[in-house]
């Protein structure tokens, strides 16, 4: 089975930045992580869970319209680790951010996510 743990999160200024961070652990290894295209999502209190960011193994990323420009995703994947380099956050922001295959079909439980949270 395989495990994500998502850290870095916590209370920010408007205008301020964070860098998440995802790991992988448990019954995967650097090739199949590498293989794997991974997402960054979020939810909001009383909001459904949205993708915000992707990368593809080829390092391929996208990003959902309000966050591009401000964040980027990365990965080192001897690590097997995910990155998401947050800047210039707003309160809209504010959510739990999770860390989770883009493909359903390798999508693993989902971890306790990181919680940030932006004051204006």
């Known amino acids: 089975q395989v495990q994500l743990v998502e850290s870095g999160g916590g209370l920010v200024q408007a205008g301020g930045s964070l860098r998440l961070s995802c790991t992988a652990s448990g019954t995967i290894n650097i090739i199949n992580f590498r293989l794997r295209a991974m997402g960054w999502y979020r939810q909001a209190p009383g909001k459904q869970r949205e993708l915000v960011a992707s990368?593809?193994?080829?390092?391929?990323?996208d990003y959902v319209d309000s966050v591009k420009g401000r964040f980027t995703i990365s990965r080192d994947n001897a690590k097997k680790t995910v990155y998401l380099q947050m800047n210039s956050l707003k309160p809209e922001d504010t959510a739990v951010y999770y860390c989770?295959?883009?493909?359903?079909?390798?999508?693993?439980?989902w971890g306790q996510g990181t919680q940030v949270t932006v004051s204006s």
């Open positions: 990368i593809t193994s080829g390092s391929i990323t």
């Open positions: 989770n295959s883009i493909d359903p079909r390798l999508r693993t439980d």
